[in-house]
T-cell receptor
Framework: QQPVQSPQAVILREGEDAVINCSSS?????VHWYRQKHGEAPVFLMI?????EQKGHDKISASFNEKKQQSSLYLTASQLSYSGTYFC?????????FGKGTRLHILP | AAGVIQSPRHLIKEKRETATLKCYPI?????VYWYQQGPGQDPQFLIS???????DKGSIPDRFSAQQFSDYHSELNMSSLELGDSALYFC???????????????FGPGTRLTVL
């Protein structure tokens, strides 16, 4: 089942914060977050496995709610390099099912 | 660090022709996945292999087939190409097939297939 991402697109100024949400009607095995720049491969950001888990590095962090039905990606003090499309993906069996993505555009 | 290698990077074919895409996973990775991404779309899972056996199958057309070889590289064979097959094809690899839900997938740079 494909996870639902919101918002579809975000425009920010450099230094502003952003939150991207990923939800499912059923509990997820895991949540994978990727960032993809135009014409390039998706780049792994992080994976969350447990309900209530929070993790992050630098100014990018994510959470997974207790019911494992919603995850949020937090981008703090955004930089120009954060521009791209962010995908969440649900893990299951031997594949990832990606959401439709959130386009993030950072203005200088 | 070694990454996933895909070849060719670009491929142009005519309708009804065949194409073969190759993927070389990160050393010691035993699981390979294929995804198709149309313009402005999310990556769509096609098929995956763990230890040379097909482990899962997604929305892969019957015209496509794939396999994983003894050295863990994989090939995606596409026949009777259609205009709608034009897309970016990504290969990804990970370690530990049966626990794939818990392992990150590393994506290759992709093969851009254009069908004329």
């Amino acid at each position: 089942q494909q996870p639902v991402q919101s918002p579809q697109a975000v425009i920010l100024r450099e230094g502003e914060d952003a939150v991207i949400n990923c939800s499912s009607s059923k509990a997820l095995y895991s949540v994978h977050w990727y960032r993809q720049k135009h014409g390039e491969a998706p780049v792994f950001l992080m994976i969350l496995l447990k309900g209530g888990e929070q993790k992050g590095h630098d100014k990018i962090s994510a959470s997974f709610n207790e019911k494992k039905q919603q995850s949020s990606l937090y981008l703090t003090a955004s930089q120009l390099s954060y521009s791209g499309t962010y995908f969440c993906g649900t893990g299951g069996n031997d594949k990832i099912i990606f959401g439709k993505g959130t386009r993030l555009h950072i203005l200088p | 660090a070694a990454g996933v290698i895909q070849s060719p990077r670009h491929l142009i074919k005519e309708k009804r022709e065949t194409a073969t895409l190759k993927c070389y996973p990160i050393p010691r990775h035993d699981t390979v996945y294929w995804y198709q991404q149309g313009p402005g779309q999310d990556p769509q899972f096609l098929i995956s292999f763990y230890e040379k056996m097909q482990s899962d199958k997604g929305s892969i057309p019957d015209r496509f087939s794939a396999q994983q070889f003894s050295d863990y590289h994989s090939e995606l064979n596409m026949s009777s190409l259609e205009l709608g097959d034009s897309a970016l094809y990504f290969c990804a690899s990970s370690l530990g097939g049966l626990a794939v839900s818990y392992n990150e997938q590393f994506f290759g740079p992709g093969t851009r297939l254009t069908v004329l």
